[in-house]
């Protein structure tokens, strides 16, 4: 790309195709509660999620980077998932972008906006 010149590239999409998924913020808000995690025990904390949509999204998370999986070798398996240094990364820019909703949802999105169309009148 020459300098100066403008990408049409967004650096948080690649992540936020993952985080955009049904389920995966709060598989990850929930992972954030304890060091480790079992299987069973984080599907407790999810009404409604199934087992193969709870193995899909954690699949996808470990793939980016998100959950580490640990099998035991035992009988019956244990599996217990945990969040990496990069997803403890991203639990604090989430936890902001949550006081930033909660700050502007009581506000209204139909005023601000009117408010930034007056504000971008051609000169």
């Known amino acids: 790309m ?7 590239t967004c650096e948080v999409m690649s992540i936020w195709e993952v985080l955009d998924k049904r389920w995966a913020l709060l598989i990850l808000k929930n992972l954030s509660t304890k060091e480790v ?5 984080l599907k407790k904390t999810l009404s409604g ?3 193969t949509v709870l193995a899909e999204r954690l699949l996808e998370l470990q793939r980016k980077g998100l959950v580490t999986k640990k099998i035991y070798p035992e009988i019956p398996p244990k599996v217990e998932y945990a969040l990496t240094i990069r997803a403890k990364e991203l639990e604090v820019i989430l936890k902001e972008l949550a006081r930033w909703a909660n700050r502007w949802k009581s506000t209204g999105t139909s005023k601000t906006m009117t408010t930034i169309a ?3 009148k051609p000169s």
Not at 2 to 8: E, F, H, Q, T
């Open 2 to 8: 020459k300098p100066g010149s403008i990408s049409n």
């Open 37 to 41: 995690i079992r299987f069973t025990e």
């Open 49 to 51: 999620i199934s087992s």
């Open 118 to 120: 007056v504000r971008k």
